[in-house]
């Protein structure tokens, strides 16, 4: 069982440039979520997922887009990238939004110039 | 505001002894409080969780424990070894339905 797997590994962008971080998950969790790990700010938030086909928006959702088209799949968007999106991408899931244990993919570190 | 605080950002104690890790919180409507360990280049993976109704919580090596009135928890790691050097994530919520609110972590170094 793979778990959570996100994609790219790595991944150097040119601001303004669009960029979608994939995440799968093998599961069958109904919630999903995205976050970014920043020096000294902890993990925050970006968006997330109670189910497939509805999303909701996390503590710092800006400049950031997702879509739940099935229950595995959880892309982030970039639309215009800006350097203040450098950092490190965490996918989760967890079997219910709540106090289920939520499970981490690998990350995505994004460096944006 | 944050809501979930871990105001050390880093520890370093002895292999052998005891490590503290300490987290303060301000949301009083949080029930359920979760550790989560972080290696370099790996994403976080669950070690510890404690509901608002217990005081205490163990798993081997690993205890956590909660003082609700002080809106306290603590992770205690006994004895402390050299593969828990990590980042350590405290993080709470309120119940069914919502999301996981996190600190900004600790960096636990454990000499040998």
């Known amino acids: 069982i793979a778990g959570i797997t996100q994609a790219p590994t790595s991944q150097i962008l040119a601001a303004g440039r669009r960029m979608t971080l994939r995440c799968t998950q093998d599961?069958?969790?109904?919630?999903m979520y995205w976050y970014r790990q920043d020096l000294g700010l902890g993990l925050r938030l970006i968006h997330y997922?109670?189910?497939?086909?509805?999303?909701g928006k996390g503590e710092v959702p800006d400049g950031y887009s997702v879509s739940r088209a099935n229950t595995d799949d959880f892309p982030l968007t970039l639309a215009s990238a800006v350097p203040s999106q450098t950092s490190v991408y965490f996918c989760?899931?967890?079997?219910?939004?709540?106090?289920?244990?939520?499970?981490f993919g690998p990350g995505t570190r994004l460096t944006v110039l | 505001d944050q809501q979930v605080k871990q105001n050390s950002p880093s520890l370093s104690v002895q292999e052998g002894r005891i490590s503290i890790l300490n987290c303060d919180y301000t949301?009083?409507?949080?029930?359920?409080f979760l550790w989560y360990k972080k290696y370099p280049a790996e994403g976080p993976t669950f070690l510890i969780s404690?509901?608002?109704?217990?005081d205490k919580n163990e798993d081997g090596r690993f205890t956590v424990f909660l003082n609700k009135s002080a809106k306290h928890l603590s992770l205690h790691i006994v004895p402390s070894q050299p593969g828990d050097s990590a980042v350590y994530f405290c993080?709470?919520?309120?119940?069914?339905?919502?999301?996981?609110?996190f600190g900004k972590g600790i960096t636990l170094s454990v000499r040998p």
């Open positions: 404690i509901s608002s109704i217990k």
């Open positions: 989760a899931s967890s079997e219910q939004l709540g106090t289920d244990t939520q499970y």
């Open positions: 599961m069958r969790h109904n919630a």
């Open positions: 997922s109670n189910t497939a086909g509805t999303t």
């Open positions: 993080a709470a919520n309120a119940g069914a339905n919502s999301k996981l609110t």
């Open positions: 949301n009083s409507m949080f029930d359920y």
